[in-house]
């Protein structure tokens, strides 16, 4: 989702204003009433009016295969003041990680912090721990490789050079699932496997270069300043030209496969990992022994019952700043993780990732009277559904944009060559969403005089993402042109709404 809302938007958007009724007088439309005490209102108390025609007009204009719903709400007041077909359920994408973000600060705390730690199951004995060593995840969706190197450091400084016993990982504190969405493609890398210890956001970076006659792979676990070699993920060129991937599960590695015909001269890209535990133990053991400390394979291993003696421990940033992060670059891992933790920590009998799906979709329903189906945290499904209208009436609801708005990304107006607006006439703090054939965006807008309005914009055309589907495609044929279609559709609105009063 491109985050920029030009000057030939604004200004399309303001002719369109001009020539309709000030959207500050608009009757109420949308199904959020104001706050009342007792509870929401009943639905028939809130089922919109027709929506305005300056708004059907300017959608209408944008020719958009497929469907949009459009909502837009006083968020003083929770006053409806514009909408379009806005109770058609449509796939939210990406704009559910806002929905997450709200359901783990409010289960979780702005405070909280992942634990990811090294566990002794015995004493350590002239630099030899007469026990085995387990590298156990606490759910952290943020840990990446420079953080296991430090985890290092802090081993060797405790005196420890090896173990007597077996290196361990464990990833148990979350269900393992192999994959977020597993209709996509195989080699899509921000659909990786999730589970209590995870790496990277679950990526592995795979290089090629050709030299001489012959091909050299790379597989490895980059971060700022580390880049070790990986193991259990493994790749071998075949020689044809499609398919561009193959992944088959080898029980301790990953082991994929590429077309020769698809690699050109050199290039990289990153490759999904489908064991995050062992990918982890894999990297911490070479890490491990640039500090001079000899570890054994890792093997699939879980704390002992009396909890042994953690000797280093890592704690993430906390959630709030995790949040901010995974909205700001709409990282699937971390709604998936976050989600998961958030939901045992209410339920700890919960069991699963639909389960974790249905309790955060219940507890948003319950609370904010919406009728949200939600099959996952990160949007990455598409058969999630929600309203433009429920969107905009969570959004609006008391207390809500206190605790989102600080972590919402701010999106700029820019003119066409892409430089900010000097005179930009809103603000605009929202979450996107893409998927082939799905645009969705949601959040705050600040108009120019400093009124504070709750919007959502979503599009879709879901036929044309069934048949894309059925294509197995990357990228199918026409879906880049219908998602900038749809930005611009969002442009226009929101330059439209802009110069509320």
Same mark, same amino acid.
């Given at each position: ?372 189906? &939600?099959?996952?945290? @990160? =949007?990455?499904?598409? /058969?999630?559904?929600?309203? #433009?209208? +429920? *969107?905009? %009436?969570?959004? $609006? !609801? ?46 705050? &807008?600040?108009?120019? @005089? =400093?009124?504070?309005? /709750?919007?959502?914009?979503? #599009?879709? +055309? *879901?036929? %044309?993402?069934? $048949? !894309? ?33």
């Amino acid at each position: 989702m491109t985050g920029t809302l030009t000057r030939r938007a604004l200004l399309t958007g303001a002719a369109t204003l001009v020539a309709s009724a000030a959207l500050a007088g608009a009757p109420e439309r949308s199904r959020r009433p104001v706050a009342r005490p007792g509870g929401a209102a009943p639905l028939a108390a809130r089922r919109p009016p027709p929506a305005r025609p300056g708004l059907s007009a300017t959608i209408a204009a944008a020719d958009l295969p497929g469907q949009v719903g459009v909502a837009l709400a006083d968020t003083g007041t929770g006053t409806p003041l514009d909408s379009h077909a806005a109770d058609v359920p449509l796939p939210p994408a990406s704009v559910t990680k806002a929905l997450t973000a709200l359901y783990a600060l409010d289960s979780l705390g702005p405070g909280h912090r992942f634990e990811t730690r090294l566990i002794a199951t015995g004493p350590v004995i002239d630099g030899v721990l007469r026990g085995d060593l387990i590298l156990a995840g606490g759910g952290d969706p943020t840990l990446v490789t420079d953080h296991l190197a430090g985890m290092a450091a802090a081993l060797a400084e405790t005196g420890l050079r090896g173990v007597s016993g077996r290196f361990g990982v464990w990833g148990g504190a979350l269900p393992h699932l192999e994959e977020i969405d597993p209709p996509q493609l195989d080699h899509l890398g921000y659909n990786p496997a999730v589970g209590g210890l995870n790496l990277n956001f679950n990526r592995v970076h795979f290089e090629w270069a050709r030299e001489g006659g012959a091909w050299a792979v790379r597989m490895d676990a980059r971060s700022d300043l580390y880049r070790p070699e990986v193991t259990m993920a493994r790749m071998r060129v075949a020689d044809r030209s499609v398919p561009v991937f193959t992944y088959e599960d080898g029980g301790d590695t990953d082991d994929w496969t590429v077309a020769s015909g698809a690699l050109g001269s050199g290039g990289a890209r990153w490759l999904p990992v489908r064991k995050p535990a062992l990918y982890a133990g894999d990297v911490f053991r070479t890490l491990a022994r640039s500090e001079g400390i000899v570890l054994p394979a890792s093997v699939r291993l879980a704390p002992p019952d009396s909890g042994g003696m953690a000797l280093v421990t890592h704690r993430s940033e906390p959630l709030r700043q995790v949040l901010r992060d995974m909205l700001r670059y709409s990282t699937n891992l971390t709604a998936e993780a976050v989600g998961l933790t958030a939901s045992y920590a209410r339920r700890p009998s919960l069991t699963g990732h639909a389960g974790s799906a249905r309790l955060m979709t219940g507890w948003l329903n319950s609370t904010f009277g919406t009728g949200f189906r &939600l099959a996952d945290h @990160s =949007g990455l499904s598409d /058969a999630s559904r929600v309203t #433009a209208g +429920d *969107l905009v %009436r969570l959004l $609006a !609801a008391p207390g809500v944009r206190r605790k989102l708005r600080p972590i919402l990304k701010d999106i700029p107006f820019r003119d066409d060559e892409g430089r900010p607006l000097a005179d930009a006439p809103a603000e605009v703090a929202a979450k996107t969403g893409t998927l082939n054939f799905v645009t969705t965006l949601a959040g705050y &807008l600040r108009t120019s @005089s =400093g009124r504070v309005l /709750a919007f959502a914009i979503l #599009a879709a +055309d *879901l036929d %044309r993402r069934a $048949a !894309a589907k059925a294509v197995d495609e990357e990228v199918p044929a026409g879906a880049p042109a219908y998602n900038a279609r749809a930005r611009d559709l969002q442009q226009q609105v929101l330059g439209r709404w802009g110069l509320v009063g």
